[in-house]
Structures are given as C-alpha cells and as structure tokens.
C-alpha cells in the first residue's frame, strides 16, 4: 500500500514538473529576448549559454564546444551570430595557429554582462528565496536529471 501512495505521489510530481519545464523554457527564453541588447544579428537564449561561458576569458572554440556539449560546426554558427552580433572576436592562438581563440570584444563586455544579469534575473531571484541546501538539493537535481537525459541520449 506504502508504494502505491509513494508511487502516486511520485507520479503527480513528476506530471507537475512536466507541465512546469516547458512553461520556465519559454518564460526564461522570454525574459531573455527582452534582454538581449540591439545588435545587427538576432540573438536569443543559445547565445546566451555561449556567452555566458565567455564571460570568464578567452577560450579556443574547441573548449567552447566541449563545455557547451555541442558539435564544432554547431559553435561555428554561434560564433558567427555573435561575430555578425559585434560581440566577440576570434582569432589564432599564438601558441598553435591550428588552433582559433574567441573571447567577447574587450568594449562590449559591460553591454553583454549587463544582458547575462539581465537574463539570469528571474532565476537569481528565485534562488535567493532559498536557503543555501535547498539550492544545492536544486541544482543537484538538475544535474542528475541532465546526466539521465543524456545518457537516454547516448543510448542505442
């Protein structure tokens, strides 16, 4: 009987927060379009991810697409959004020619960190209505509801 209530209680759970991602999705990616900053080329919440990883210094596009868990041609596009965008600049590492380095552009660093506070918003505000453990016990969810995801993905 324990694991029928145990179970019913698991299922209405996981029915709410199936019906609770998409509608965050779209609301996140909401918020960030408003604000995302006028530029040449639209950008929307891919770029945000991109750039959210930029934010701490350059790096080579293959470590990009590597922390990104995307394909290199994938990050290429984003590059060149960003690049069209006048967000960031890429160019040969001195050290290994082969290799292509892209940071964001030192005068639109304000500008793009304005709009990542900007997008994060919402969710710094709700985090902040947590106590520190039920932060962790959050993102530690996350986490493992990605890595599961993935593995879904990874399966034949």
């Not at 209530?5 to 999705?25: E, I, K, N, T, Y």
């Not at 380095?101 to 709009?115: F, K």
Request: charge should be neutral; include cysteine; proline fraction near 8%.
């Amino acid at each position: 009987m324990t694991d029928e209530a145990g179970g019913s209680r698991h299922s209405a759970l996981c029915l709410r927060l199936m019906q609770l991602f998409p509608r965050v999705s779209r609301g996140m990616r909401r918020w960030q379009d408003r604000a995302a900053p006028q530029t040449p080329a639209p950008l929307g919440p891919r770029h945000v991810a991109a750039l959210e990883q930029l934010r701490e210094g350059p790096v080579t596009v293959s470590e990009l697409a590597s922390r990104l868990g995307l394909t290199l041609p994938t990050v290429s596009g984003l590059l060149a959004d960003l690049d069209r965008a006048g967000l960031v600049e890429r160019y040969a590492d001195p050290a290994d020619r082969r290799r292509t380095i892209v940071e964001i552009i030192p005068a639109q660093r304000a500008l793009v960190h304005e709009w990542l506070d900007g997008a994060a918003g919402p969710l710094a505000r709700v985090l902040d209505k947590l106590a520190p453990s039920e932060q962790a016990a959050f993102l530690k969810a996350m986490d493992l509801l990605e890595t599961e995801l993935r593995a879904q993905d990874n399966q034949p």
